[in-house]
């Protein structure tokens, strides 16, 4: 059994969002914006990474647009590796093997 198949597909939006935004702080002005907030993946940098239903990308568009208008969506993806290879301000720190 595919994991798709229990817990059904993703999509992961990656924002240019305002230098001082942290995780915590977006997650606060969502919630006075809608009471369904997607998952908030990163948020920091200047980006932000949100998670939702294929079916609920064009609403989290629009939600992050109606916070602020300059924060705009940069790219798609089924996969956060995806994101993060493509985006270089994304990537997280390499793991030093033991």
């Known amino acids: 059994m595919v994991v798709k198949d229990v817990r059904g597909r993703r999509r992961y939006i990656a924002f240019h ?7 915590t702080i977006l997650i606060n002005r969502l919630q ?23 079916s609920e990308m064009e609403k989290t568009i629009e939600l992050m647009a109606s916070l602020d208008p300059s924060w705009t969506s940069i790219l798609t993806s089924g996969t956060l590796k995806t994101l993060r290879d493509r985006i270089p301000g994304l990537a997280t720190p390499k793991k030093s093997p033991i």
């Open 17 to 23: 969002v305002s230098l001082g935004i942290g995780k």
């Open 32 to 54: 006075t914006q809608t009471s369904k907030v997607p998952y908030v993946v990163q948020c920091e940098n200047g980006f932000a990474i949100l998670r939702c239903e294929p």
